[in-house]
């Protein structure tokens, strides 16, 4: 998506800025110096909007786990520290993130993870407020995009304040829709509170100092279960007091659209709750209603505080909401009165199905063929060559999660034996080899299997949109850096000379010759396949 104004324009104005951009703004607003993530939708424009703003530094790190780990280290080192990743990002990043919380911060460290709720452009949909909650950090939801910049300034203060990272959750349609925001003014970078000072005790969590972290973490969240009833990120609406809601995120503006009525409590931290204010509004209105995406988060534990209170019973737990699925759900709940609710613009419209497809010219396209050809098991990946398992292709068998493909094929291969042993490939792009695909590779050559792996090498991350990575040779700023190279890496792995190819994606003869001998060889193997990504092709050519 890109960035959609420069930093110049923003005077004391009004931006019409995506939840996205507005973070990114937020984030330079609150003078961080450092800024790391690894793409993903929803969360990818955030990093790509603070690289266009000056005097700081940015990276696609190579995964999210080490984007996780730099923003540790520059943040205990003084310097204000946005970390960016999708929902799946922060499983990947989750070992980092629960000892982050032991270890605190000097500087601010706030994680932007952004979930997608109803898998728009995800392998599955989960509830990250689970992950505040395990890893004992605080968490905050905007639902659009001023709240979106404000939270992003109180998410390094809380962060500094009681000396935790802090994790700013979006979904999906808050981190895409655009509304109003007023720039202000930038706050002074603390340059002076540069510098990693040794503190074995809080930085070095060995058993010993890590159980008296522990201690601090739980005194912490203690503090923060008191002060969070006082956070004015967290607001009670009282209107019509038969009906209580109680909201948070992008459910907040669907209740005020549907029932802009009723009396609301709006929820700006997740995690802790204010228990205080809950009781607070519970005892206001008549009955209680929670409107939350996805899991029963809230109403689990507002239930555990024996409030009587109702939830998933009428509000689906799979999916996106919307205004509608709130209407229907709460008629069936009994709110049908007409002083409280709204009904709204009809959206029958029914659009024609558009399945995605490879695009004309695509280099993924004849690799895809070719494994149909030959009528072999595809252990898939994720990114735009996961459409092989679409038709015309119907070539891919397995797809679990970035890097999984090589590790399964492993697996299908040592179950199946001698009988079929050969005729499984793991197929991977160039950003998800780097992401972690490469510890595939490692684990089959130490435990001498016999696996071909196939890198689609398109030059870049086309999936969310053309981000450089380790294989493109180009950093996020445009500026040139190193290209591993596959054969040094083939070989410092123990693979032989005739068992690493590189093949031209255009040339589905080569592609053919080189997995039939490949496959024949029974030696561990890596075939690369490359072929700039078409729309890049076309993006250079144009600019
Ligand atoms: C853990 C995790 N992080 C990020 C993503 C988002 N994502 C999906 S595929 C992909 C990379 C695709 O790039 P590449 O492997 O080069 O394949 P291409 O799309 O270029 O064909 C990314 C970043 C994800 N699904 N899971």
Request: glycine share 8%.
């Amino acid at each position: 998506m890109g960035c959609t104004y420069k930093y110049k324009e923003v005077i004391l104005n009004r931006l019409l800025l995506s939840g996205n951009e507005a973070i990114a703004l937020g984030a330079f607003e609150a003078g961080v110096m450092v800024g790391t993530g690894y793409p993903g939708t929803p969360s990818t424009e955030i990093l790509e909007n603070l690289t266009t703003y000056p005097g700081l530094y940015t990276e696609w790190s190579v995964n999210e786990k080490v984007a996780f780990e730099v923003g540790i280290g520059s943040a205990i080192s003084g310097a204000r520290t946005l970390v960016t990743m999708k929902h799946v990002g922060l499983n990947v990043a989750a070992d980092p993130l629960f000892t982050s919380s032991y270890v605190g911060v000097k500087a601010g460290l706030v994680i932007v993870n952004a979930d997608d709720p109803e898998m728009h452009s995800s392998q599955n949909e989960q509830d990250n407020r689970n992950y505040a909650y395990a890893a004992k950090v605080p968490m905050l939801e905007p639902s659009d995009s001023q709240e979106a910049k404000e939270y992003t300034k109180k998410a390094f203060e809380i962060s500094e304040s009681y000396d935790t990272p802090v994790i700013l959750r979006t979904t999906t349609r808050v981190s895409h829709s655009k509304s109003i925001v007023i720039p202000q003014a930038l706050q002074a970078r603390n340059k002076a509170a540069i510098g990693f000072e040794r503190n074995l005790e809080k930085y070095v969590m060995i058993p010993a100092f890590a159980r008296l972290r522990h201690i601090e973490v739980e005194k912490r969240m203690q503090r923060l279960k008191e002060d969070v009833n006082r956070f004015d990120i967290n607001r009670i609406e009282i209107n019509d007091t038969k009906l209580g809601i109680i909201t948070a995120g992008i459910c907040y503006t669907y209740v005020k659209e549907v029932f802009p009525k009723a009396s609301v409590l709006k929820l700006g931290i997740v995690n802790p709750l204010p228990a205080d204010l809950i009781r607070e509004f519970c005892t206001k209105v008549d009955s209680v209603y929670v409107v939350e995406e996805l899991d029963p988060y809230f109403e689990i534990r507002i239930k555990a505080m024996g409030i009587q209170i109702e939830g998933k019973k009428y509000i689906p737990i799979t999916g996106e909401l919307n205004p509608d699925i709130i209407r229907k759900s709460l008629r069936i709940a009994g709110y049908k009165s007409k002083k409280t609710l709204k009904e709204g613009l009809k959206t029958s419209l029914k659009l024609p199905p558009r399945p995605p497809l490879l695009c004309p010219g695509c280099p993924h396209r004849a690799v895809f063929t070719v494994f149909k050809k030959l009528g072999l098991t595809v252990t898939g990946d994720i990114g735009c060559y996961t459409l092989g398992v679409l038709p015309p292709f119907n070539a891919m068998d397995t797809c679990i999660e970035m890097g999984g493909g090589i590790g399964v094929a492993q697996g299908i291969e040592i179950a199946q034996g001698e009988k079929r042993h050969g005729k499984t490939v793991a197929v991977i792009g160039d950003s998800t080899f780097a992401h972690s695909g490469i510890t595939g590779l490692l684990n089959a050559a130490y435990n001498k299997r016999s696996s071909l792996i196939v890198v689609l090498d398109n030059g870049t991350t086309a999936m969310t949109g053309m981000q450089p990575n380790p294989l493109s040779g180009e950093r996020i700023n445009g500026e040139e850096t190193i290209k591993l190279d596959y054969k040094k890496l083939a070989h410092a792995v123990g693979i032989g000379e005739d068992n690493v190819r590189i093949v031209d994606a255009y040339k589905p003869e080569d592609i053919e010759e080189a997995i039939d001998s490949l496959l024949k060889s029974k030696a561990l193997s890596l075939l690369v396949v490359k072929g700039l990504c078409v729309i890049l092709k076309r993006r250079r050519k144009r600019a």
